[in-house]
């Protein structure tokens, strides 16, 4: 396998590769390379406008990261959107095959996207069948064509990797979830808080149900850090992570469960939605992932709120990796921030 995993997001750029031998019970996962670099404050935000320094921006993000990060033997690129640049809606169509979906997908969908059909790339993966009415539920993914375009053409700008795939952020933390516990069936929560989103995917009976997106990420506790304290970004995001204490810890833990109530109550207002659509949803376990997913009481705010265990997701716990290239510590820490970059790096190259 060659695919590196690239998550990049508003704030930072990660990326992963992974070496795969055997199958089944007998597959060993090696860690090849990973690494993490910081994004440009605010240009992946201005895709509309200024398409050529996001695109630039990817790129060179994308270079450092092989170069620092010695990840010369991928040599293909699996990226992912989130945001406005796709949308993501379940829908009911009447039954056909996956091979047969995409012939009549555009028709169908033609109805739920808010642009003209051609100017949109497609998508879809059926979730489940009714026989009783000649019906299914399918996963629709849609994103422009324009963004697309700008995330190849970010790849062809680093002249050694070549693009192989393109997902959807959430879809690439199921992918990691599916491959670290493939017999789950559980209703599950998975959410990444990341620097400016929220990405909450609901499984159930271990296949995503329901997926949302909401604009309250971890940048927001940053600002408020440094509103509060006078201080540089730099040492609010220390104070963030806990790695600097606060002039004022009583005001500081004030500041973060604000607003990690406005995370409780997006996760809340997905599981609200599904519950009125069939009235018997429950959570069995919620996971935790993003640069977020480390804040120190966090995973306990989720479990009082929802009464249901809660832990960080980190698909690198039990993977092997070189202990003279990484420490386990740092394997550690940055492991929750890797559930896309993983979901993505374990996807097999989609080209001819």
């Given at each position: 396998?060659?695919?590196?995993?690239?998550?990049?997001?508003?704030?930072?750029?990660?990326?992963?590769?992974?070496?795969?031998?055997?199958?089944?019970?007998?597959?060993?996962?090696?860690?090849?390379?990973?690494?993490?670099?910081?994004?440009?404050?605010?240009?992946?935000?201005?895709w509309e406008d200024q398409p050529i320094p996001a695109r630039t921006?990817?790129?060179?993000?994308?270079?450092?990261?092989?170069?620092?990060?010695?990840?010369?033997?991928?040599?293909?690129?699996?990226?992912?959107?989130?945001?406005?640049?796709?949308?993501?809606?379940?829908?009911?169509?009447?039954?056909?095959?996956?091979?047969?979906?995409?012939?009549?997908?555009?028709?169908?969908?033609?109805?739920?996207?808010?642009?003209?059909?051609?100017?949109?790339?497609?998508?879809?993966?059926?979730?489940?069948?009714?026989?009783?009415?000649?019906?299914?539920?399918?996963?629709?993914?849609?994103?422009?064509?324009?963004?697309?375009?700008?995330?190849?053409?970010?790849?062809?700008?680093?002249?050694?990797?070549?693009?192989?795939?393109i997902d959807v952020d959430a879809l690439a933390f199921f992918n990691?979830?599916?491959?670290?516990?493939?017999?789950?069936?559980?209703?599950?929560?998975?959410?990444?808080?990341?620097?400016?989103?929220?990405?909450?995917?609901?499984?159930?009976?271990?296949?995503?149900?329901?997926?949302?997106?909401?604009?309250?990420?971890?940048?927001?506790?940053?600002?408020?850090?440094?509103?509060?304290?006078?201080?540089?970004?730099?040492?609010?995001?220390?104070?963030?992570?806990?790695?600097?204490?606060?002039?004022?810890?009583?005001?500081?833990?004030?500041?973060?469960?604000?607003?990690?109530?406005?995370?409780?109550?997006?996760?809340?207002?997905?599981?609200?939605?599904?519950?009125?659509?069939?009235?018997?949803?429950?959570?069995?376990?919620?996971?935790?992932?993003?640069?977020?997913?480390?804040?120190?009481?966090?995973?306990?705010?989720?479990?009082?709120?929802?009464?249901?265990?809660?832990?960080?997701?980190?698909?690198?716990?039990?993977?092997?990796?070189?202990?003279?290239?990484?420490?386990?510590?740092?394997?550690?820490?940055?492991?929750?921030?890797?559930?896309?970059?993983?979901?993505?790096?374990?996807?097999?190259?989609?080209?001819?």
């Open positions: 396998m060659s695919v590196i995993g690239f998550d990049i997001g508003t704030y930072a750029a990660k990326a992963l590769l992974l070496s795969v031998k055997g199958k089944g019970q007998r597959q060993t996962v090696t860690i090849e390379g990973l690494g993490m670099s910081q994004m440009p404050l605010g240009v992946m935000t201005q921006a990817m790129s060179a993000a994308m270079r450092s990261l092989v170069k620092h990060c010695k990840l010369s033997r991928g040599r293909h690129a699996a990226l992912s959107l989130s945001g406005e640049t796709m949308i993501l809606k379940k829908i009911t169509m009447p039954v056909t095959t996956q091979k047969e979906l995409r012939n009549s997908l555009s028709m169908e969908a033609e109805q739920y996207i808010p642009y003209p059909i051609n100017e949109v790339i497609i998508d879809g993966h059926i979730l489940g069948t009714d026989d009783r009415y000649g019906q299914m539920s399918v996963l629709l993914v849609a994103a422009r064509k324009e963004v697309v375009f700008n995330y190849i053409q970010a790849v062809a700008l680093t002249k050694s990797l070549k693009p192989a795939v990691a979830y599916d491959f670290i516990f493939p017999a789950n069936r559980d209703n599950v929560a998975l959410v990444d808080i990341g620097a400016s989103m929220i990405h909450i995917t609901l499984l159930q009976d271990g296949t995503p149900h329901t997926i949302k997106e909401e604009n309250i990420g971890g940048q927001r506790l940053t600002e408020d850090l440094e509103d509060a304290f006078g201080v540089q970004p730099e040492e609010a995001e220390s104070i963030k992570l806990g790695t600097v204490q606060a002039p004022d810890p009583k005001e500081a833990a004030e500041i973060v469960d604000r607003l990690a109530s406005n995370w409780l109550a997006a996760v809340e207002r997905a599981v609200d939605s599904v519950k009125s659509e069939q009235g018997d949803y429950n959570l069995d376990r919620i996971l935790l992932a993003g640069g977020c997913a480390n804040l120190n009481g966090l995973p306990e705010h989720f479990r009082r709120h929802f009464n249901v265990p809660t832990e960080v997701f980190n698909p690198l716990k039990n993977l092997k990796s070189n202990p003279k290239k990484f420490d386990r510590a740092y394997l550690d820490y940055i492991g929750p921030q890797m559930a896309v970059s993983f979901g993505l790096a374990i996807r097999k190259p989609e080209i001819n």
